[in-house]
């Protein structure tokens, strides 16, 4: 259990180091939110797995397209959670 627990927080370490890393201007916002908001860490999880996928892919270029594509959507819905946890919290005012 205990190994299971410190695996787990080397992942969630590693999503918020990477999405830190991609998205410079918001990345002190990341880690403020980071610990207390589960859909953020989720959106972070899911944003560089597909990433990392996209890295990794040799496919044809329908293939590499479509990962561009949702690794956009993510990008999008990742900065647009922030902007919409900023406007909740007063500081997007």
């Known amino acids: 259990m205990a190994r299971s627990l410190r695996v787990h927080h080397r992942l969630v370490i590693s999503f918020l180091k990477f999405v830190r890393e991609q998205f410079l201007l918001v990345r002190e916002r990341v880690a403020c939110l980071f610990p207390s908001d589960p859909i953020l860490r989720e959106l972070c999880q899911d944003y560089q797995v597909r990433a990392l996928e996209f890295d ?12 561009a594509a949702l690794r956009l959507r993510l ?6 959670y922030l902007h919409e946890a900023d406007e909740r919290s007063g500081r997007g005012k």
Not at 57 to 67: I, M
Not at 75 to 80: D, K, Q, Y
Request: aromatic share 6%; hydrophobic share 30%.
């Open 75 to 80: 990008e999008t819905e990742l900065l647009r």
């Open 56 to 67: 990794r892919l040799a496919g044809s270029d329908t293939v590499r397209s479509e990962y």
